[in-house]
Structure formats: C-alpha cells, structure tokens
C-alpha cells in the first residue's frame, strides 16, 4: 500500500486497517479454542473409560470370590455329610485329646490284668467312682437293646451287632471316642465282663435251682427215683439269655 507515492511497511498496513487483522485472529482463536475442546473431550471419555473398565475388573474380581467362597462352602458342606458321627466333638477339641492305649492283659485279671476304671483316666474319687458305675450302666443297657447274644461269648458275638453296642455307648457317652480309646478296647472289655458275670450268675442261680428241687423230690431217700423225677432246670443255650434277662431284671 502506498500513502501519496510512499511504500509503506507491511505492519503499518495493518495497523491502517484493524479490522482484518481482528477478524483473523478471531478465526484463530475460535479454531485453537475447537481444538482445545475437542481435545479435553477425548480426554474425559478416556478417562471415563479407564474408570469404567477398571470398576468392571473390579466386579469380575468380586463375581470370581464370591464363586471360589460357593464352591469351598459346598465341598465343606459334603465333608461333613460324608464325615462320620464324632458325638458332637469338634476339630479343635479332638486336637487336646489324650489317646488311652489299653493295657496289656485282661481287664479284671489280678495277676496278669490291669483295672478299667484306672486305664480309662477314671480316678479313685467319688466323681471318678460315679462316672464309671454310669459307664457300666449305660453298657448294660445298650448290651441288651443292642441285642448281645447272652448265650454265647464275646469272640462269638455278631459284629454288626458290637458295631451298634459301641455306636450307642458313644452317642450316650461322648467320653468313649475312638480317638481317645483305639477300637473301642474298654467297651470291649466292659463287655466281656458284662457277658461273663452274666453266665456266671444264672449258672450259680441254676445251680441252686437243681439243689432245691432234689431235696424237695426227696433225693436222700431214693437218689435214683429223685434223679429221675428232678426237672431238667439247668440252663440250657435254648433258654439261657432268657434267664440272663430274668437275672438282670429286663424281661419283657
């Protein structure tokens, strides 16, 4: 641009004309100002996405424990279905029992034996004393619900039939576990005990019954004819649990 015949600078020309100038820097600005907003809005959808992406990892994380609790919680659950029947005795107490291993001998043996009540842990007090005379009570009366078999030895007891004897001294007696006391040794020795005074004492009560009936036949006068005529009461294996019963006071 000239001013009469001058060549003029390029910044003098627009300083002479304002307008233009303004106008391109508007158009600059509002291009800047795009792009700048442009730019701040994919960066919070970047951000929002980030978030979103690391909540939903979060929630997988979550969905995946609470699956692994379910599924140890279920094989916890059959544990203990499958588990057998421990009286009640939990794992933390069963970790503080003292095994009792039996003694060698028989029970009762003097010479050879040892004392029940001593092995099993039962001390010479009153509240030992009582605890054991309700052990030996609880095993008789198992002993016949049980069904023992009075006319025949321990050796020759069924074992379905021991089996359901110890079963339901350990259900009445939650002292009798099997960690404590190995293969159930002092029911067994209870037992043979039980069965043994049991014969022994319709034995002797049969004993007597042959006694009284041949003096009442009137044996010393005619020993023959009082033989003969003396009933047959001593105790057969037909009639002997009968009379073990009758002797324990349990008959139906």
């Not at 980030?50 to 094989?75: M, S, V």
């Not at 004993?207 to 006068?221: L, P, Q």
């Not at 105790?235 to 349990?250: E, K, N, Q, S």
């Amino acid at each position: 641009m000239t001013q009469r015949g001058f060549n003029l600078p390029p910044h003098i020309v627009a300083a002479l004309r304002p307008g233009q100038q303004v106008q391109k820097d508007t158009a600059q600005q509002r291009t800047q100002l795009l792009e700048h907003g442009v730019h701040r809005t994919l960066l919070n959808q970047v951000y929002l996405l980030t978030k979103l992406q690391q909540r939903l990892a979060r929630h997988e994380d979550r969905e995946r424990k609470i699956a692994e609790c379910k599924r140890q919680l279920e094989q916890r659950e059959r544990a203990l279905e499958n588990r057998p029947h421990d009286n009640g005795t939990s794992a933390r107490s069963r970790e503080r029992v003292k095994v009792l291993e039996k003694p060698p001998g028989e029970a009762g043996d003097k010479k050879r034996g040892f004392q029940l009540q001593k092995s099993m842990g039962s001390g010479d007090t009153e509240e030992g004393n009582l605890k054991y005379n309700q052990f030996l009570a609880t095993n008789r009366r198992n002993a016949i619900r049980a069904g023992i078999d009075f006319e025949r030895t321990y050796n020759k007891q069924k074992p379905e039939t021991l089996a359901k004897l110890f079963k339901l001294n350990r259900m009445a007696i939650p002292y009798l576990t099997r960690e404590r006391f190995p293969n159930d040794w002092p029911q067994i020795e209870a037992l043979k005990q039980f069965v043994r005074n049991a014969r022994r004492g319709v034995a002797r009560k049969s004993r007597k019954c042959t006694v009284e009936a041949r003096n009442d036949s009137g044996h010393d006068s005619d020993s023959s004819v009082g033989e003969r005529d003396t009933p047959n009461v001593v105790a057969t294996p037909t009639i002997l649990t009968r009379m073990v019963l009758d002797h324990l006071g349990c008959v139906p």
